[in-house]
């Protein structure tokens, strides 16, 4: 089944411990990305990377890193979490080529709690 | 600065009628406007998307009526059913740069 997945789902942490939310896909996408949702304010992107060893930012990049070492998987690293990073996690992927490159397939999410 | 404004933010709607749900964007670059439909519970997921290139999309009972010279863009459900009580997100993006901007979404409840 072609899907992404992300670990943790939920994850409830104290402030300034180095977290990780790991994403992985399985449909060979280029294109990774990562969201985070709040209420009114929808989703916003974070980091994007249109292939390996390629990122960039996103709206809100403060207080957040990624790597791409491999196609398949985009970890979000918070070095030092906020109470402001509160929030619902979205990773998504799709493919950069043909009629179908703009689709972006969402994982279930990844609630985090920073107290 | 949001790019993409989407009214309104709740929409109560009865079995059988039109849901409308409207999109406005600042930004000419943007060449993709999909809409994505998210469950409580669960991520986002595609259900309709335009290219200005054309005015209008159908997909079943799912339609995307574009205005390039107004930048607005609208998602109207026909015959809304229950089923389809969800929080819908109008999003824009430019090709080149890939960055999905989205509005700040539409609560739909459809009463039997």
């Known amino acids: 089944e072609a899907q992404v997945t992300q670990n943790p789902r939920y994850l409830i942490t104290v402030t300034g411990k180095k977290l990780t939310v790991t994403c992985s896909q399985n449909?060979?996408?280029?294109?990774m990305s990562w969201y985070r949702q709040d209420p009114g304010l929808g989703l916003r992107q974070i980091y994007y990377s249109m292939n390996v060893e390629v990122t960039d930012k996103g709206d809100v990049p403060e207080g957040y890193k990624v790597s791409r070492k491999e196609k398949r998987n985009f970890p979000l690293i918070l070095e030092s979490p906020s109470p402001n990073q509160t929030s619902l996690y979205f990773c998504?992927?799709?493919?950069?080529?043909?009629?179908?490159?703009?689709?972006?397939?969402f994982g279930p999410g990844t609630r985090l709690t920073v107290t | 600065q949001q790019q993409v404004k989407q009214s309104p933010q709740s929409l109560i709607v009865q079995k059988g009628g039109i849901s409308i749900i409207n999109c406005a964007y600042e930004?000419?670059?943007?060449?993709?406007f999909p809409w994505y439909q998210q469950f409580p519970g669960k991520g986002p997921a595609l259900l309709i998307a335009?290219?200005?290139?054309?005015s209008e999309k159908k997909e079943g009972r799912f339609t995307i009526s574009f205005n390039k010279s107004a930048k607005q863009f609208s998602l109207h459900i026909m015959d809304s059913q229950p089923g389809d009580s969800a929080t819908y997100f109008c999003a824009a993006e430019s090709t080149g740069r890939r960055a999905l901007t989205f509005g700040s979404g539409t609560r739909l409840q459809v009463q039997p």
């Open positions: 449909m060979n996408h280029e294109y």
């Open positions: 998504a992927s799709s493919t950069n080529r043909g009629l179908r490159q703009n689709e972006q397939y």
């Open positions: 930004n000419t670059a943007f060449d993709y």
């Open positions: 335009i290219r200005p290139d054309v």
